[in-house]
């Protein structure tokens, strides 16, 4: 039941774009086969109405829990092979002889590696869903796919730096690498124009910040663009935000270095909300941020602190 192996499959060798979502994803009903057009498919029917999670039309395989697939290699026809949402830790290295392969998703299983010299026989692949996983690295042969690959899925994974192998998918439209680990995206990556669709959220990136990403394609170009005319050289306005607990002495840091000389301020002069102004050192500008610090105000701390902000801490050392 937990390793339903497939070597029954073997009688569909040469058959052509047999409907594997039924019996390995389990969300298409057994009806989904069309046995008059596949002879061969007539006979996996009643072999998996006969096995218990594909009685009736539900989910099959969130139930079966597969961990392993064999015996799929001779199904050299297929296009399409959907493994979705099993327990499956070993990427199913047999996958590699079905080189007429379109679209496979093996999305929603434990997979950590994928071993190399698999994508290297898939020279057909379009389509490839490997979300939520535990994979940190892509094998460099999915460069191989570079001629057809055109949707790929790595969100929810655990890549901390951007796969280098997807920089050679000429043909990609769609990329999703959301809710990753990562904190730079290459330049590279948006240089072409094949790319219509990228999602990156929920990646604590730097480069480019995750205010630019979250604008779109177009705003990741012109981002890289200014930094490669060195336009972001202008920019030295430095955020600086002053924290710390009521009566620490922000306002009196902020005020000395405004006026270049210690300017204790009364006590009665407490900070409401947040005060903002400006100082300036040579060509740069400090944008101060005084936060108050009584209680009540942190609640509204964290709307305003940036990745990107200069954070100045005030502690009084005799509190
Ligand atoms: N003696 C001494 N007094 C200080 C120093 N820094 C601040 N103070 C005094 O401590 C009190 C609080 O200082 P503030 O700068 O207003 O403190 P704050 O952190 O801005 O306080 P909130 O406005 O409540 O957030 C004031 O009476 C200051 O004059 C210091 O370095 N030495």
Redesign the pocket.
Known sequence: YMRLRLELLRCFAGSKAVNLTLCLVGTVSPCAFRPSQDPCASALVPLLRGHRSCSGSSSVLSLNKLRSITGISKLCNLKKLILSKNEIVDFPNEIQSLVCLEKLELNQNQIRVIPEGVFSHLPRLKHLRLNNNRLSALPRDLAACQGSLQYLNISNNLFRTFPQPVLQLAQLQELHVQNNALRQLPRELFQGQSLKMFKANGNPLREPPSEVCAGGIQQIRNYFNQLQHGLEQEDKRVKTM?L???????????RSLKQGQ?K????E???VGIEISEFQIKDFTFLFW?????LEYYMTHHVFITPQALVIL?I?LHM
Not at 290 to 294: I, M, R, S, T, V
Request: glycine fraction near 12%; charge should be positive; charged fraction near 20%.
């Open positions: 002053f710390g607990t009521s009566l620490a002495g922000k306002s009196t840091i902020c210690t204790l301020v009364p006590r002069e407490r900070t005084d936060f108050a610090g009584q005030v009084n």
